[in-house]
């Protein structure tokens, strides 16, 4: 299993040119930035980082339908949460701005440790200007075959 998970990092590391690949804009950098560091805290089930992120009333449809609140998102964090993380590897990430608001959309293969393999999703994720701050206001994810 750790080398299935190994090999679907390096795929996607390699493939990692097109992720590196930034919007000319600072502000669509910036956005990627914020991506890049959510995904981090996600992996780390850095609770205090998320909650800095994420807005207060965020949305966050995961690929297997639940929808949950910023509370509930939190709680599941951790080496115990449903939601532990074994790895997170996002990839094809792409920035649209309109304004105060800035939609990525992107890959992500997921490792759960509840789970036994990793799976890979489509997401959309919405940030939104708030008193001159980024915060993730959505999220919907779609789980590929």
Known sequence: M?????ALTLALTAA???LAQAPADSVGRRILELDRLRFAAD?????AALDSLLADD????????AVDGK???LRALGATGQYALDSLV???LSVRVFGEAAVVTGRLIVKLRA???PYAIRFTDVWARRRGRWQLVAFQATRLP
């Open 90 to 92: 996002p990839a094809d």
């Open 43 to 47: 992996r780390r089930a850095d609770a």
């Open 16 to 18: 990692g040119a097109a």
């Open 115 to 117: 789970q036994p393999a």
């Open 58 to 65: 965020v949305t966050y449809v995961r690929s297997s339908g």
């Open 2 to 6: 750790r080398r299935v998970v190994m």
């Open 71 to 73: 509370a509930e998102y």
